[in-house]
């Protein structure tokens, strides 16, 4: 059964960062050709791609909201993902959530994509304050 565990959120400060960990159990990176994503949810607005890597060639895509605030990385030695989150803002305020599937990254429409994922987290609030 394929899991995966968020960690890492909590509140911050404008202006800090933090370091988010996704945990996946039930397949590895190494036999499994997924891509995780990390994608988020405000309160009252729709889920949001931030970023998504493949951990079989560390390909990674960036939402242009967060490009050059995030950095998303994985240890396959131990099947997890991090996403780097510097520069937080009261609006980065959210669920972050992580995502496993086939695709994260639409070439068309140049966004993090959740329709290619086929298993989440439950997700870990994150709270900005100004």
């Known amino acids: 059964e394929v899991q995966l565990v968020e960690s890492g959120g909590g509140l911050v400060q404008a202006g800090g960062s933090l370091r988010l960990s996704c945990a996946a159990s039930?397949?590895?990176?190494?036999?499994?050709?997924?891509?995780i994503g990390w994608f988020r949810q405000a309160p009252g607005k729709e889920r949001e791609g931030n970023s998504c890597i493949s951990p079989r060639d560390d390909s990674t895509y960036y939402a242009k909201s967060v490009k050059g605030r995030s950095t998303i990385s994985s240890d396959n030695a131990k099947n997890t993902v991090q996403l780097q989150i510097d520069s937080l803002k009261p609006e980065d305020t959210a669920v972050y959530s992580c995502a496993a599937g086939p695709w994260c990254y639409d070439y068309r429409e140049n966004r993090v994509n959740l329709s290619g994922m086929d298993y989440w987290g439950k997700g870990t609030l994150v709270t900005v304050s100004s």
């Open positions: 039930g397949f590895t990176f190494d036999d499994v050709d997924y891509a």
